[in-house]
């Protein structure tokens, strides 16, 4: 093979190598439109996160999409995890690339002087093992790659989730300080009939006493309440990333009795949403293919290695017999240095040989190509192959597991959403409408006097307390719905 055909590899080799570009928005994007279409909101990770907070006044009210975008864009944890997409678009390049030639230089000197021998790579030395190793390479790379891809679309997908169950627990407390207010402002008319009652010696201390214990009890869970408020407020502030933001606004409101609700899906329906939506299950299968992938990586590791270059030497000469001044001068003090050397005084010095440099030398070059080889006696990467079963094994095992898991949660949560609705169903529909009906009995019966003022006041109580228990029910189906939609990985198709 020529010189020239030499050059051209090596710099066809180097072009290749030095083409490669790190730029993972593309990647990224692909991530933005999976998260999008499983949770109807698109997420800004082309832009940074914002570091000042909304200005809340305290009248404005933070609506549930607002919550989820604000979320999707400046969540810390989010945002770290999108930073693994661009690791792996590296790994990826990175498995692409050639290894570095190498490049040798040799000089050795002659004992007696002369013409140093040179021995050195006429081009540098090309490991060729990349030729086989690296599509190995690239499709480990590859599949880790849309494995990240995949995860990170899924943890936004669990984070649109968290926030909507924050903001739904929200939602409760602040309709339940509603309804417990409105509790105590009844339990407090309640002790001031007893109490002027008690004076006309028609109630005795003891009715006194449980109703001021009823309030108080009340105005515990009220502060319980405000605190669960607030430290909803503070869960919900981080999720968006904005936990240093203030705490003077409010959410949409509810109503335990007006609000409708959407019916149960069927499980059968849901576990098939599960295996086609759930992003983490798909991450989970190509972590089994990457697992396949260096299999196949580890056994072309075990190949030997094989470098091919080109060599270049020139051989040593005998000291040069120049009459030029330059090389008189330096033949004398080569010859002193050796008299010196050798201890012999100048005036019995042996005079140097006849003149020398009006001879003629041949100069010799040798040039070759140059093959170097492993010989692989004791490692043949078997261990590594080895392992790399055993990993696929594991991942294996992990998926299935982690199916079995998914399952077990979408049906767990399917039951106790189902629950909730009916619960809430049964109150609205039952219980509620006959607490009216005792409430509107207690009121005909205290105006035709019939009944005692504490008791119409103790039924209104009852019926307080049963909306607050329906409202109670309705966060836990609220809740639920927001958790079967995490289970699914996306949203309910009987929502779309």
Known sequence: MSGRVWWLTSLVMLSVGGCATLNSDRKVQEAIDLVEQHTGHQPAWTVPWDEAAPAWDGQSVLRLDEAVALALRNNRDLRADLETIGQADAELVQAGLLQNPRFNFMMMFPDGGGRSMLRSSALPMQPLQDLWLIPARQEVA????????????????????????????????????????????????????????QVSGQAGQVEVNLSRIRHMRLQSDLLAMEAEHRARQRELLMLMGLAAASDEWQVEPVHEIDDALTGPVDETGLLSLATSQRLDLQAAEWTVEAATRRIELMRREGWPELALGFTFERAPGPRSRNLGIPGRLGNAAAQGVANGLAGMPPETSVPMAGPFGVTRRDVTYTLGPM??????????????????????????????????????????TSVMNGQAYEQVRFYRESILPAVERNLSVARQAFIAGQEDLTIYLQVQEDLIMTRLKILEFLRDYLVGRAELERQVGGRLAIDD
């Not at 903001?167 to 002027?196: C, F, K």
């Not at 170097?372 to 597991?401: G, T």
């Open 371 to 412: 093959i170097e080889m492993e010989l692989p006696l004791f490692d043949q990467n078997q261990a590594q192959v080895a392992k790399a079963l055993h990993e696929y094994r594991r991942s294996l095992a992990e998926y299935e597991a982690r199916v079995q898991e998914v399952t077990r949660m979408v049906r767990e």
């Open 142 to 197: 590859r599949a880790e790659l849309q494995q990240a891809v995949l995860r990170v679309a899924d943890r936004a997908i669990e984070t649109a989730a968290a926030v909507k169950k924050a903001y739904t627990h929200l939602q409760y407390t602040q309709r339940a300080v509603e309804l417990i207010r409105d509790n105590m402002q009844v339990v407090d008319q309640s002790t001031r009939i007893i109490e002027i009652r």
